[in-house]
């Protein structure tokens, strides 16, 4: 699989478990942190966690690489760091504070 075939699998994954205003930023020519991002909103803790797990297992079974989690149980904002891509998800509060689609504005949304 291609980069951007984990990336919309993720994608997918936060979808199902009901994540919102979920978009891909391809920020390959903007940082060399990563080459995409994966921005997304959970209503409460609960789905947050749903949407963390149901991410991990899909991705894990697609044979995606390691994974690094910062973040925990409560937290307003989790990042799930596979290397070439990276998944934020917020509470939508912590969203609009951090306005990541805003910093990250110059960069090509994936559809």
């Given amino acids: 699989m291609e980069i951007i075939d984990y990336v919309k699998l993720a994608k997918q994954a936060i979808e199902e478990k009901k994540g919102e205003s979920c978009v ?3 920020i390959s020519d903007l940082s060399p942190i990563a080459d995409y991002f ?4 959970c ?3 609960n789905q947050m966690k749903a949407v963390v797990d149901e991410v991990e ?3 894990a ?3 995606a690489g390691s994974l ?7 937290s307003s904002w989790i990042l799930m760091d596979y ?5 934020h998800l917020f509470d ?4 609009e504070f951090y306005n990541l689609d805003r910093v990250w504005q110059d960069a090509k949304v994936v559809n």
């Fill in 68 to 74: 690094k989690v910062e973040g925990s149980e409560g």
């Fill in 38 to 41: 994966v921005i997304a909103s």
């Fill in 83 to 87: 290397g070439d891509y990276m998944i």
């Fill in 57 to 59: 297992d899909k991705l």
């Fill in 43 to 45: 209503n409460n803790e």
């Fill in 92 to 95: 939508k509060d912590a969203r």
């Fill in 61 to 63: 079974q697609a044979g």
């Fill in 24 to 26: 891909i930023l391809d």
